[in-house]
Nanobody, 120 residues
Framework: QVQLVESGGGLVQAGESLRLSCAAS????????MGWYRQAPGKQRELVAT???????NYADSVKGRFTISRGNAKNTVYLQMNSLKPEDTAVYYC??????????????WGQGTRVTVSS
């Protein structure tokens, strides 16, 4: 029905950058918000950044000033620019979308994740 597909993860050294992408597809009427979450080994999933349809953003304190979330022109995509990466950023990053479906139901979807590994 509705799918989110993440891409852009990989293995980098500390101080380098990555850009994650997420594309949504399916019978979506509109988006309320999209965001990125991450889960490191042995830890709970945590919020990284979110952006609403109105453009408001929210960041975890640990990434503020280093990461930037943005929406694509088509509004069915979201990006996460990650600069000055640190080993503690190592995690699987998940895309999230809060959407209104064509039947006007509100629903929350998750991607399968893309792995980011930062070596020192």
């Amino acid at each position: 029905q509705v799918q989110l597909v993440e891409s852009g993860g990989g293995l980098v050294q500390a101080g380098e950058s990555l850009r994650l992408s997420c594309a949504a597809s399916g019978s979506i009427f509109s988006f309320n918000a999209m965001g990125w979450y991450r889960q490191a080994p042995g830890k709970q999933r945590e919020l990284v950044a979110t952006i609403t349809s109105g453009g408001s953003t929210n960041y975890a304190d640990s990434v503020k000033g280093r990461f930037t979330i943005s929406r694509g022109n088509a509004k069915n995509t979201v990006y996460l620019q990650m600069n000055s990466l640190k080993p503690e950023d190592t995690a699987v990053y998940y895309c999230n979308a809060d959407v209104i479906l064509d039947n006007y139901a509100r629903y929350d979807y998750w991607g399968q994740g893309t792995r980011v590994t930062v070596s020192s």
